[in-house]
């Protein structure tokens, strides 16, 4: 089972979102579970003090070296083989290849950071591996946990209702997924495609694929260039 462990300063920021939905039904269910456990409790100063000011001088706060390594250590069991993530917007920018790759794990150790970040030195003595999730700037690891999990946990199994949905949606297939349509057929003088309420099922996985194709070209062109190069265009596999 998916177990996360979520190292925060704001453990009551959890399950938040994630008790709700997809996510919280199966959480409810069992299929994952979930522990926030906060930095502070393993500070043994009056002021439990997680933070120091920057060496070298410059603005905020950086998180301690030796706190961050005694909250991974007192979660951690001698047999955890569970990715230790630190969100981070220096990181590898998270997408679906590594969220797939995370869901058959065992779970996941989420250390979230604040102020200007995390010691360097415990970001290499416990080999965090760290994760982005867009470039942009957050003031907390706690929203980008929230999205890793939950973009982990839909692809646990038994998680989402029909499976294949996960297997066709934007980015399985190196592709933005084609648009979509339901009833009434014609909405605000708009109709949906023909070719969808033909009930010719190959010539609709053919217009989907081209309508992905056409998307992906227009509005990623970093995602189309991938796809071209694997050889997958239409009629090239
Ligand atoms: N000084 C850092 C920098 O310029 O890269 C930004 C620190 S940010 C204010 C505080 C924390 O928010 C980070 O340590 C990280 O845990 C989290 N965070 C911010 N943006 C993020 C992103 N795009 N992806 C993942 N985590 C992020």
């Known amino acids: 089972m998916f177990h996360a462990t979520v190292l925060t300063l704001y453990p009551e920021m959890f399950p938040g979102p994630l008790d709700l939905s997809l996510a919280g039904r199966a959480l409810e269910r069992g299929d994952w579970s979930l522990e926030a456990r906060n930095i502070r409790d393993v500070t043994t100063d009056r002021h439990r003090t997680v933070d120091d000011t920057p060496a070298g001088g410059g603005a905020g706060m950086v998180l301690k070296p030796d706190i961050v390594a005694a909250v991974i250590d007192a979660t951690s069991t001698p047999g955890d083989t569970r990715p230790r993530l630190l969100m981070s917007p220096r990181g590898r920018p998270l997408d679906q290849a590594r969220v797939r790759s995370l869901s058959a794990d065992d779970g996941a150790l989420i250390l979230c950071g604040r102020f200007e970040g995390v010691d360097q030195r415990v970001i290499e ?106 050889g997958k265009k239409n009629g090239e596999r």
């Open 125 to 230: 003595a416990r080999g965090l591996e760290e994760v982005s999730i867009g470039d942009y700037v957050l003031s907390g690891g706690e929203l980008a946990a929230m999205v890793l999990i939950d973009a982990v946990v839909r692809l646990l199994p038994g998680v989402m209702g029909n499976a294949e949905s996960g297997e066709t949606e934007s980015f399985e297939t190196g592709l933005l997924e084609h648009p979509h349509y339901t009833h009434p057929q014609e909405w605000e003088g708009r109709e949906i495609p023909e070719i969808l309420t033909s009930g010719n099922h190959g010539k609709i996985d053919q217009w989907r694929r081209d309508q992905a194709e056409e998307l992906t070209k227009e509005r990623r062109p970093d995602l189309w260039e991938a796809y071209c190069a694997a």
